[in-house]
């Protein structure tokens, strides 16, 4: 079929808006998305379409491509219905563009940019709807700047199936909203921020935060369960914009005190991941990362206490802890490791540790949230993302080890007293009695609670979520890159560099020295991994195993 | 009141015996609806969850329904509760002087209840009895050709706690030699089966289903050229054969029977005064194409017909005529009425189905055709009802007979409801082809005394409309057409010299701003729009711009709309301005 003039191919079951779109011609649309049904209501996506002779406009939405048909994307009728198009729609619209979150990425404001620029002709008293309504716990609702588009409304009705939201009435006084008395409140509601094309629908945790334009962004995978969900970090290191907007929106204080960074995630799409969503523990979980409570220092004990120290100096301290507990026999010392590490700093633990130093008490099956649980859009029953390499690694008890649910009769009877804990609260899988017991306990931590200051004896500080670069092996052995969007706060820094800083001091150097050096050496450590480099996981990510959950199950 | 158990366990006896008419059982929804109505008086919030739960939908869906339709009532309304005209042709005989003294007599407005609880209002858009003109529904009962001293006498009575004496006349009809729709028209109790029977009914039906394979009806009603008659005129054998042919895939009929469009008020009179000849014409429709399920969406102001209607449809299962293996042919056919809620869009045939699958009347984009994927997703003929009651006299006589009359491409004879400014208002069965002219100073006496005519709107409120000095036309489809407008669904609207053009397109756009089902954006937007610019014009405020602006708003909602009420709503426009552009600028200097 020909599209401006030009012939191309196209798989059946396409329609001439995807069409276009896949070979770069942008439609302006507002009611049609990928993954809802078609309702070719809001009548945006128009173009010319020539069948058997016949010269018509349609709406590219639901037109299937097909032989012999052509398309003309841009033409006088094809200007004059955009430009009427937005005219209708902007008729009664508040035109509140300077406060309202929206702004900079609103399809309204595009589109007008693009094919609208005229001048008004409305002369009438503008129709009125509810501003400003809280219509659940993460979401506000301007009803003004609604352009009933329902594509909020098909997403709870055929992605969620909660069906919260509605379009009532009749006309044009009909008006999305919540129903009378419920409130959208599911675990994906954050998506309908990302799926409404205008500042309708509002994230209330980036309401007047920042200026879009103000933001930057990286691709990165969710920490958070193990579908690992693609999503963007947004964030702004900026310190300018924050002072601007605390001198003018005084109202608005972030809960950090320290200056946040991250300002809010968005998700990536990824049709074998996660499609266009993600769940909203992804999109609002990112607050560890300039938490209050984050370690930016070594903690070492000393004798006042537990005292900050540079990182070498505990790293030594670690060293010399390790060796003397090693001299007694390897299995002395126990490393729990998080399923939340990247690829890299799995692979730098076990090299070290296990390989190197042949210790064969190791593990990773920390508990799982006893109230996180799983459903069948996105989230996984698994809290972690990388449980995957953690059981390809080995990150489990050698012979003769001892493994987390052994741990505590081991310490008990003294067969251990020494604990690395990597990225895990000891208390979430040892008693305090335990802990008291050990007789090193060296952490290392991204947020250092207080309450676990008494049974630290070193504590390192370790990079946070969007603070290092590395990869994730989603629960059906895909591989996935995530970005860094910034530096680590204070000394804080990946874990696989703090194993290969730890390594010469125990006398086992990993010769690693860049992040690209680990990166190489974990493809040739885990043979699945050997055909991928860097660059060609891409920004999708690639399956390392053609389908995990089936060669497992 | 409050809900004892035994009244909703009652209740879903009542969803219980809905159910198995619906593929789907939300489908239910609006009788339920209306019961819970009955029951209540109006849907309360707690009524919505009930019903929702009765249903297994979600309580949103039934929000979204119950705030769709104007007829479902989210607040209680008066004991008796009026609902008054004020489209078009009640307009043009006085409604607007009546709905004020109302107000005046019940001292209370629009969607109010009057202190005893009495009474309460609503204006209404067509009730489709135009040619009843000035009409009002006292609950289900219509009371038309209204005047200021029979309005305060039916409130008096009600108030005197008497039944208000009803002395609406019977419509008037008048049919051509060897009638093919009004045949039965003034013959008394013609809807009692008895009566129908002696005159002929069913034997139509006795034909196809004994002599006829149904492939022959089909090709029979195609060749007859018998055309759809709800608005838009297309081949009823035609649109018959796109529905799939596999016997084993479900199909259904819906006999459109909301006649909402303002001028239309044809298929009532087929209703309450013939209407075995409808259910004989959706029988052997419904044989035709393989159907074994049929509903009538009746819209509810249709009260008596709709008793009626459902009167003689049980009739008909009583001789045999519905229900399994009819007149032991094998084949099966159940008809159920279905009722609708005050909203126009509903008649659009895609805006039925959904209405009649328990949403909102929100139309579908095409394609999917609905003889494709209509009701429950499978194939649906959507017919009017004036289309079916055709196809009885097609079987019995024949081809030949049937295109006696008309031309080649509008064959046979039509039902032309004339309402407005003549002498004599009401139904008239004419061939095809009639002379409009004829229509109005024959058929229907003239313009009303010392007055003369201005303009005429020739097939219901959508449809272009015709100056005086354009009526020299003929009634078909093709003649219209090519006089710049259409035969739409024959509702003959007449405006003589008092009427002002800015005033009638006024009226006009308030319905179809009021009717726009709220989904494309042009029709959502622009209606409205074109509406409040009408209204401040009449007002006194127009502006310089503000007649070219209409216009080209106009234009521009025109065929930019998942369905034709967009395009409905625009030609009334472009044709008025056009036509009567002096009247339109001289409100905007
Ligand atoms: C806004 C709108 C309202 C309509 N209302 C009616 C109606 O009240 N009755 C009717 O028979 N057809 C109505 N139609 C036409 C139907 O969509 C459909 O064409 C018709 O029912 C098909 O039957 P027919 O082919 O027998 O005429 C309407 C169409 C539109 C666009
Ligand atoms: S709130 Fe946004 S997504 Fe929902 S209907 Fe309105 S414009 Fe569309
Ligand atoms: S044209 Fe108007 S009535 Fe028809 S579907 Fe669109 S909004 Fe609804
Ligand atoms: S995107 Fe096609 S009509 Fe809205």
Known sequence: ?553 | MTDTPTASTKIADFVATLKPRYENPKAAMMPLLYEVQARKGFISPEAESEVAELLGVSETEVHEVVTFYPLLFKRPVGKYHIQFCHNISCSLVGAEPLIDLLQKELGVGPGEVTEDGLFSYQRAECLGCCADAPVMLVNEELFGRLTAEKVKSIIEQIRAGKKPENDTPLTDTDETDDPVLSVNFKIPNAASIKIAESRGAYKALRKAVREMEPQQILEEVKSAGLRGMGGAGFPAGLKWSFVPKDPSLPKYLCVNADESEPGTCKDREIMRRDPHRLIEGAIIAARAIGVETAYVYIRREFYEPGRILEGAIQEAYDAGYLGKNILGSGFNLDIFTHPGAGAYICGEETGLINSLEGKKGWPRIKPPFPAIKGVFDKPTIVNNVETLSNIPYIINNGVAAYRRRGTEKSPGTKLFGVSGHVKRPGIFELPMSFPLKELIYGVCGGIRNGHTLKAVIPGGSSVPVLKADEIDVKLDFEALQAAGTFLGSGGVIVMDDTVSMPWALEVLERFYAHESCGQCTPCREGVAWMYDILRRMNNGRGRKGDVDLLVDLADNIDGQTICPLGAAAAWPVQAMVRKFRDEFDQLCS
Not at chain 1, 75 to 92: G, H, I, K, Q, Y
Not at chain 1, 322 to 333: H, I, L, T
Not at chain 1, 463 to 490: C, I, M, V
């Open chain 1, 1 to 553: 079929m020909k599209i401006d003039g030009m012939e191309y191919e196209f798989p059946e079951g396409m329609n001439v808006l995807q069409a276009c779109e896949s070979i770069g011609i942008h439609i302006p649309h507002f009611c049609y998305h990928p993954a809802l049904k078609v309702v070719g209501s809001c009548r945006m996506c128009k173009v010319e379409v020539i069948q058997n002779e016949r010269k018509r406009i349609d709406i590219s939405c639901n037109v299937m491509v097909q032989d012999g048909l052509e398309i003309i994307t841009d033409s006088a009728p094809v200007r004059t219905a955009r430009r009427m198009t937005l005219e209708f729609l902007l008729a009664n619209h508040p035109l509140d563009c300077p406060i309202c979150d929206d702004a900079g990425e609103c399809e309204l404001q595009n589109y007008y940019l693009a094919y609208g620029r005229n001048d008004s002709r409305m002369r009438e008293v503008k129709r009125h709807r509810r501003k400003a309504t809280e219509i659940g716990p993460s979401i506000m609702l301007d009803g003004e700047r609604c352009v009933l588009c329902s594509r909020c409304a098909r997403f709870v009705e055929e992605i969620t199936r909660t069906r919260e939201l509605g379009i009532f009435g009749m006309g044009s006084s009909e008006e999305l909203m919540v129903n009378p008395g419920a409130s959208l409140d599911n675990d994906y509601a954050g998506n309908v921020v990302d799926l409404c094309p205008v500042g309708a629908l509002t994230d209330k945790d980036f309401r007047f935060k920042r200026r879009v334009w103000f933001l930057q962004s990286v691709p990165s995978i969710c920490q958070l369960c193990s579908r690992g969900c693609n999503v963007r970090i947004d964030y702004d290191i900026n310190p300018f914009h924050e002072h601007k907007r605390n001198i003018n929106m005084r109202t608005h204080r972030s809960e950090a005190t320290r200056y946040a960074r991250i300002q809010r995630i968005k998700p990536r799409v990824n049709s074998d991941v996660n499609g266009y969503w993600i769940c909203d523990r992804g999109r609002y979980g990112y607050r560890s990362t300039d938490a209050a409570d984050r370690l930016l220092k070594a903690l070492v004990r000393g004798e006042n206490g537990l005292e900050e120290s540079d990182v070498t100096k505990a790293l030594k301290q670690i060293a010399s802890g390790v060796s003397s507990a090693v001299g007694k026999g390897a299995d002395r010392v126990a490393i729990v490791v998080s399923p939340r590490l990247t690829n890299e700093e799995l692979f730098a633990v076990h090299r070290l540790f296990r390989e190197r130093l042949d210790m064969p008490s190791m593990d990773h099956r920390i508990p799982v949230d006893p109230d996180w649980y799983g459903d069948d859009l996105l989230r996984t029953p698994d809290p972690f993302p990388n449980r995957t390499t953690c059981e390809w690694l080995g990150i489990i008890p050698a012979d003769r080890g001892f493994g987390i649910t052994e741990l505590p009769d081991a310490i008990a009877s003294g067969k251990v007293n020494t604990l690395i804990s990597i990225l895990a609260d000891p208390r979430d899988y040892l008693d305090e009695t335990a802990i008291r017991k050990l007789k090193r306990r060296y952490y290392i931590l991204r947020q250092m609670p207080d309450d676990l200051r008494e049974f630290t004896d070193v504590a390192l500080p370790a990079a946070a979520w969007g603070e290092y670069r590395g990869t994730f092996t989603n629960f059906n052995g895909r591989l996935q890159r995530l970005e860094a969007a910034f530096e680590p706060l204070g000394d804080a820094r990946p874990v696989w560099r703090l194993m290969t800083d730890l390594a010469p001091l125990l006398k086992k150097p990993l010769g690693l020295k860049s992040f690209d050096d680990v990166f190489a050496a974990l493809t040739h450590k885990i043979s699945l991994f050997a055909d991928f480099t860097w660059r060609n996981i891409g920004d999708e990510g690639v399956m390392a195993i053609r389908n995990r959950q089936e060669v497992t199950a």
